[in-house]
């Protein structure tokens, strides 16, 4: 018989207790500071290219399973 693993249960917390809220303020704060500048640089070219479904070497990339 397979071994079962009952699926992970998501952690139950009041997002109004003090701490979690001054905790989520300040991790905010600090992701901010840290990516906010990387995050308003733009996409390459390059990159922007292969995200496009349009574009020619999406196509081609799709066509063969090897290129993959």
């Known amino acids: 018989m397979p071994l079962r693993v009952a699926p992970a249960q ?3 917390r009041s997002s109004s207790e003090p ?5 989520d303020r300040w991790l905010k704060r600090e ?3 840290l ?3 990387t995050l308003a ?3 390459p070219d390059e990159l922007a ?3 496009d479904p349009s ?3 999406a196509k081609d990339r799709g066509k063969d399973p090897k290129k993959r």
């Not at 701490?19 to 905790?23: P, Q, T, V």
């Open 31 to 33: 992701l901010g500071r």
């Open 49 to 51: 290219r292969l995200l």
């Open 55 to 57: 574009s020619e070497v």
């Open 19 to 23: 701490g979690d809220i001054a905790f």
């Open 41 to 43: 640089e733009p996409v």
């Open 10 to 12: 998501p952690a139950r």
């Open 35 to 37: 990516y906010d500048e």
